[in-house]
């Protein structure tokens, strides 16, 4: 059966109500239509459980990158102590009779996806400006492949948590390289013109201090050609432009959850949140 519709769904964060309520909107049909997912499936919201079997139930109908909520829980499941949060809404996942398939299944999953089809990479975050598609794909593959070793995806959740380095080269090897393309794909915003990642900053545009610009908006940045599809940036909200559709629209804050069609242009389609939200600390 040839696939009727392609949606990009942002920032879903625990919300399945308002998920299950966007699919309904969008007569979603997992034999026939695709969802892309940027990420940060989990957290925050009140039935993250729920919402991973729900995407894991939908099969190769779904695609979902990983964001740094979704990468907060494997870490928290599987290295020693308690890494969690004040505001972490993750205890029913590690308490479910399923939470090893649904771990093992997280670690499946893409921190990048293309489809030069249809025109557009998926992505959570957001790129350096080094980066031209092929090295963004590289160092892709090259945290999936740490995620899928046991080894190697222990030693990275020990030491994934940081700021540094904050500039890319070719030369950073193990953690340190791991760690940077992580806080890239899954927590960047702003970067200054040389490339330096400004992690501490998370409002909006209008409010950055002097000197930083929004990933996309980086002078000379290598993969401006590109259509790029993300979430992650509540604060910014629905954005469509610098060659980025931005979807995160803060659903779990209180405001909405996207869905923009990527196959033909139609309007993005929005689901209110269902109760007062949570106060956005714009994680």
Known sequence: MAIRATYAVGDIQGCCDEFEALLAQ???????????????????????????????????AAITVLGNHDLHLLAAALTPGDQLKPHDTLGPIFEAPDRDELLAWLR?????????????TMIHAGLPPQWDLATAQACATELEQALRDDER???????????????????????DRLRFI??????LRFCRADGTLELK????????????????????????????VCGHWSAL??????GVLSI?????????LCAVRLDRKAPPVFVPCSSSGLSPDGE
């Not at 499946?108 to 557009?120: E, I, N, R």
């Not at 909200?237 to 610098?242: E, F, I, P």
């Open 248 to 256: 995160d629209t803060g659903c779990v804050w209180g405001a909405k």
């Open 108 to 120: 499946s999953l893409p921190m990048l996806h293309h489809d030069a089809k249809l025109g557009y």
């Open 26 to 60: 969008l007569h979603f049909d997992p034999a026939r239509d695709r969802l892309w997912l940027t990420g940060d499936l989990v957290n925050r919201g009140p039935r993250s459980l729920d919402v991973l079997r729900l995407v894991k139930s939908f099969g190769s």
């Open 201 to 228: 900053f998370k409002g909006k545009v209008a409010s950055a201090p002097p000197g930083i610009f929004p990933w996309f908006r980086v002078p000379q940045r290598r993969s401006r050609e590109l259509r790029i």
């Open 182 to 187: 992580t806080n890239c794909l899954t927590r």
């Open 153 to 175: 995806c222990l030693e990275l959740f020990t030491h994934m948590y940081g700021d540094k380095p904050k500039r890319w080269s070719d030369d950073l090897r193990g953690v």
């Open 237 to 242: 909200g629905y954005h469509d432009g610098d």
